[in-house]
């Protein structure tokens, strides 16, 4: 089945303590993206990347890495969480980005929760 | 920088009725507008998109209209459902080969009252 699969689903940590979100998906997308999610704010980009070792900043790019070594995997990273991080964030990939736009495929979520 | 604004906010519609959802863009160089719609703690799902070398778009009860000149483009549900209730997003692409960012209205939810 294609799909976009991010892990984990929950994640409550502390602050100052790195995490890694994971991302994977099986449709052989060159484009992948993160997103957070915060009431009323709708989605905001945070890093997304073109092809294997491309990566760019989005909208909110503060406090988070990504990596893309592999066409499929696209990590997110927090090197030291903070409480402004607590969100829904997505990841998502697509056929093509730039100027050959195409839909978007969402994973399910990670509902993070920093104390 | 480049912004969409969408709007109402919040919408409640009598089941059966039309829904319009609207949404503004600022940067002139967007040529892909994909409409999501997201239902309660699910992931966003694309129910409709439209490129700028189209007007209109029609998928069943949905349809999207696209005024290149104003910069805004809308969704339209007819004979609405109960499944209809959810948020929807708006977004906005640019067509730079370089770059692909993609901006999202801040979302509408749609309520559908029986």
């Known amino acids: 089945e294609a799909q976009v699969t991010q892990n984990p689903r929950y994640l409550i940590t502390v602050t100052g303590k790195k995490l890694t979100v994971t991302c994977s998906q099986n449709?052989?997308?060159?484009?992948m993206s993160w997103y957070r999610q915060d009431p009323g704010l709708g989605l905001r980009q945070i890093y997304y990347?073109?092809?294997?070792?491309?990566?760019d900043k989005g909208d909110v790019p503060e406090g988070y890495k990504v990596s893309r070594k592999e066409k499929r995997n696209f990590p997110l990273i927090l090197e030291s969480p903070s409480p402004n991080q607590t969100s829904l964030y997505f990841c998502?990939?697509?056929?093509?980005?730039?100027?050959?736009?195409?839909?978007?495929?969402f994973g399910n979520g990670t509902r993070l929760t920093v104390t | 920088g480049e912004n969409v604004e969408q709007h109402p906010s919040t919408l409640s519609v009598q089941e059966g009725d039309s829904a319009v959802i609207k949404c503004t863009y600022s940067?002139?160089?967007?040529?892909?507008f994909p409409w999501y719609k997201q239902e309660l703690g699910k992931r966003p799902q694309l129910i409709i998109d439209i490129r700028s070398n189209v007007g209109e778009k029609k998928d069943q009860r949905i349809a999207v209209t696209l005024n290149k000149t104003a910069k805004h483009f809308s969704l339209h549900i007819t004979e609405t459902q109960p499944e209809d209730s959810a948020v929807y997003f708006c977004a906005a692409s640019s067509r730079y080969s370089s770059a692909s960012k993609i901006i999202f209205g801040s979302g509408t939810r749609l309520s559908i009252r029986p």
């Open positions: 998502a990939s697509s056929l093509f980005g730039g100027q050959y736009n195409s839909p978007l495929h």
């Open positions: 990347s073109m092809n294997v070792e491309v990566t």
């Open positions: 940067d002139s160089a967007s040529n892909y």
């Open positions: 449709m052989n997308h060159e484009y």
